[in-house]
């Protein structure tokens, strides 16, 4: 059984980490805080009994990710002091109402979810497979999935940075 | 079904939508192609967490874990061609304003 008062803290941290991301004004803070939810919501999967995808979530997710939109916020211009005070004051506009949109909706669901009237399906207890024997054995049409996947990304990446010709 | 579980799914849920509502603001309104992005991103996070609750509270986290591995690995090559987007865009406009990119033609 989870200790659910440790669960509570993290998914709160994990709202707050998300909340900062959207935010905040600077890109690179933006990143950092997506880079921070993903390293909290990895810890709650690992709470949950699922190592091999925290483990997936905290390498790929919040490491290689935020390298890719670092990088790709390297290649734009940096914003200008007076520009920076501008957009802070347009995102103050238009973000100030998330908190209490948040707040308002969660002491809403809470009335209905924290001790919800619904009962979920029973189900027999599976047998469980180790995820990786599952995963090459029984889910292996899902890796040729992934590999098609990337692949179109990477041709995709490829059209989009080809040089016309002259 | 155990009512802990119950409770578990109850409480997490709220959580999971708070997150969707989080991402959904940001896309809506960001009028940067990296902030929406990372908007999105919140979204996946959000059903990243769903999945693994599913997966726990079912009993089936060897299957939940496969799925968002598969999940994981759709979400960086969206990413990647997001952000490739987002360049070209800025390349040819000099600005990543979505409401500045009228001038595409197709």
């Known amino acids: 059984m989870v200790n659910m008062s440790l669960d509570l803290i993290l998914l709160f941290a994990l709202i707050l980490a998300a909340l900062w991301t959207v935010m905040t004004v600077r890109l690179i803070r933006s990143i950092v805080g997506l880079a921070l939810t993903s390293a909290i919501l990895s810890v709650i ?27 790709t916020v390297s290649f734009t211009q940096r914003i200008s002091k ?71 990304g990477a041709l995709g990446v490829v059209v989009l940075f080809k040089e016309p010709k002259k | ?42 979204l996946i996070k959000a059903a990243t967490l769903l999945i693994i609750l599913a997966g726990y509270i079912c009993g089936r986290t060897a299957l939940a874990q496969c799925i968002v591995i598969t999940l994981i690995v759709i979400e960086i090559v969206v990413m990647v061609v997001a952000g490739g987007v987002a360049l070209w865009a800025f390349r040819h406009n000099k600005n990543i304003d979505p409401r500045k990119l009228g001038n595409l033609k197709g």
Not at chain 1, 82 to 95: A, H, N, Q, S
Not at chain 2, 27 to 42: A, D, K, T
Request: net charge positive; charged share 15%.
């Open chain 1, 45 to 71: 999967m690992y709470r949950l009994h699922s190592p091999l995808a925290a483990v997936f979530e905290l390498s790929v997710c919040s490491g290689l990710i935020s390298v890719i939109f670092i990088t």
């Open chain 2, 1 to 42: 079904m155990n009512p802990y579980a119950v409770h578990l799914f109850g409480v997490f849920s709220i959580f999971v939508i708070l997150l969707l509502i989080t991402g959904v603001y940001c896309m809506l309104l960001s009028f940067n192609l990296i902030r929406v992005v990372i908007g999105f991103e919140i």
């Open chain 1, 82 to 152: 007076e520009g920076l005070d501008t957009r802070r004051k347009e995102r103050f506009v238009r973000f100030w109402y998330l908190p209490f949109i948040l707040i308002v909706a969660g002491l809403l669901l809470s009335r209905y979810l924290w001790t919800p009237q619904f009962s979920l399906p029973a189900l027999e207890p599976a047998k469980e497979l180790d995820a990786r024997n599952l995963l090459w054995h029984f889910r292996h049409l899902d890796l040729l999935g992934q590999v098609v996947v990337l692949l179109a």
